[in-house]
């Protein structure tokens, strides 16, 4: 499992219309061979130790199943999509990317045993042990 992320900047004067655009485009980005999820993220630029601007920050994390799976995206697919975004938006944002590999997950045992009780489901029903 990783994460292939896009960090953007986006001119406040096409924010709008790029909204619009990114929601379509994070839904066909799932349709490509590994793509499972993404998370669409807003960033303050104050967090960032940047100065404030009408510039929208944006991530968008998308969960892929494997090195192998990104790597037809990029062979296959990437070249197209990032060219659709030029085409109706060139010069108006910035676009960043970085792939993360996983390395280690942690859980929450207790908050993860109250999910599991507020959804109904028992211990026995997942086989996994007590916290």
Excluded: C
């Amino acid at each position: 499992m990783l994460i292939y992320e896009v960090n953007l900047e986006v001119e406040d004067d096409v924010a709008a219309a790029y909204a619009g655009w990114l929601a379509d485009h994070i839904q066909k980005m799932l349709t490509f061979k590994g793509f499972t999820s993404a998370q669409w993220f807003f960033r303050l630029p104050e967090e960032e130790g940047r100065e404030a601007t009408s510039k929208k920050l944006w991530t968008v994390q998308y969960m892929v199943e494997s090195t192998e799976s990104l790597e037809e995206y990029f062979r296959q697919h990437a070249e197209a999509t990032r060219k659709e975004a030029e085409d109706r938006f060139g010069g108006k944002f910035k676009a960043e990317r970085r792939v993360l590999h996983l390395l280690s997950v942690a859980v929450n045992q207790e908050a993860l045993a109250q999910h599991m009780r507020e959804a109904g489901i028992s211990e026995s029903q997942t086989g996994a042990p007590k916290p």
